[in-house]
């Protein structure tokens, strides 16, 4: 399938103008070949609900550099837990070159894919992992490894914590993008926090162009190393989740 429409989304270019981040024409083809590929393959991979170029441009690219509002560091080590077909951590890894990203997901096909553009558009230092989350982390060699971890996966903080703060560096920072009302899960997400050894650091809201639809990013630092225990089975953290007493 051809690119429907050539060029980026006057929305999108709004968003990093708000950013402010200038594209170079390199990054620009980048991201216009990576929203070819997604839709192309969508046609014969279910990849994403999201079919339309403008809303790639805004829903997965947008969200995605979004959190260079609240992490952007020259350089980093950073972990997107849950990846689907590579946001935000391929998405970061074009505007931000100097960056490792490992984008950890479960499901092979959606790694497929990632390899896939990590090799068409030829990104260094990034790889694409095929596991569960709770199963890599008790790997030393990507426990408390990571400058930045985040998880764009819908699930609630107490679990999106405790698969995140593991990875995390001591003084390092988890990332977690949230919308809507988060009064009692956001309670419920600092008694977890406390438990993995982490703080809540921010509550920023995104007020970018298109995306101005109560999204928050949520900033924890890991103020020490998580503990051993931690994470849990998926079927032990559903039935007790963090938090609760």
């Given amino acids: 399938m051809s690119d429907t429409v050539a060029t980026?989304?006057?929305?999108?270019?709004?968003?990093?103008?708000?950013?402010?981040?200038?594209?170079?024409?390199?990054?620009?083809?980048?991201?216009?070949?990576y929203r070819q590929e997604l839709l192309d393959w969508n046609t014969?991979?279910?990849?994403?609900?999201?079919?339309?170029?403008?809303?790639?441009?805004?829903?997965?690219?947008?969200?995605?550099l979004s959190l260079l509002a609240v992490y952007d560091q020259p350089e980093a080590h950073v972990l997107d837990i849950g990846s689907g077909a590579g946001f935000p951590g391929l998405a970061l890894k074009i505007i931000r070159p100097a960056w490792h990203v490992t984008s950890l997901e479960a499901t092979g096909?959606?790694?497929?894919?990632?390899?896939?553009?990590?090799?068409?558009?030829?990104?260094?230092n990034t790889v694409t992992?095929?596991?569960?989350?709770?199963?890599?982390?008790?790997?030393?060699?990507?426990?408390?490894?990571?400058?930045?971890?985040?998880?764009?996966?819908?699930?609630?903080?107490?679990?999106?914590?405790?698969y995140c703060a593991p990875y995390c560096r001591v003084e390092g920072v988890i990332v977690l993008p949230k919308k809507g009302d988060l009064a009692a899960e956001l309670a419920q997400g600092?008694?977890?926090a406390a438990q993995v050894g982490a703080v809540l650091k921010a509550d920023v809201p995104v007020t970018l162009s298109g995306l101005d639809d109560g999204r928050?990013?949520?900033?924890?630092?890991?103020?020490?190393?998580?503990?051993?225990?931690?994470?849990?089975?998926g079927a032990a953290m559903a039935k007790k989740p963090l938090g609760t007493g």
Avoid at 109 to 124: A, G, R, S, V, W
Wanted: charged share 25%; glycine share 2%; aromatic share 6%.
């Fill in 8 to 33: 980026l989304s006057p929305v999108l270019l709004e968003g990093l103008r708000q950013l402010h981040l200038q594209l170079s024409t390199h990054q620009y083809e980048q991201l216009l070949r």
């Fill in 44 to 64: 014969r991979v279910n990849l994403t609900a999201i079919k339309e170029p403008e809303d790639v441009d805004v829903k997965h690219f947008l969200d995605s």
């Fill in 109 to 124: 096909k959606k790694t497929t894919f990632q390899q896939h553009i990590i090799d068409t558009l030829q990104l260094t």
């Fill in 129 to 162: 992992i095929h596991a569960r989350a709770e199963e890599l982390a008790q790997q030393q060699a990507y426990r408390g490894m990571f400058d930045m971890v985040t998880a764009r996966a819908v699930a609630a903080l107490p679990a999106l914590l405790e």
């Fill in 190 to 192: 600092k008694r977890a």
């Fill in 216 to 233: 928050r990013l949520l900033v924890w630092e890991q103020k020490k190393r998580c503990p051993a225990l931690f994470p849990r089975s």
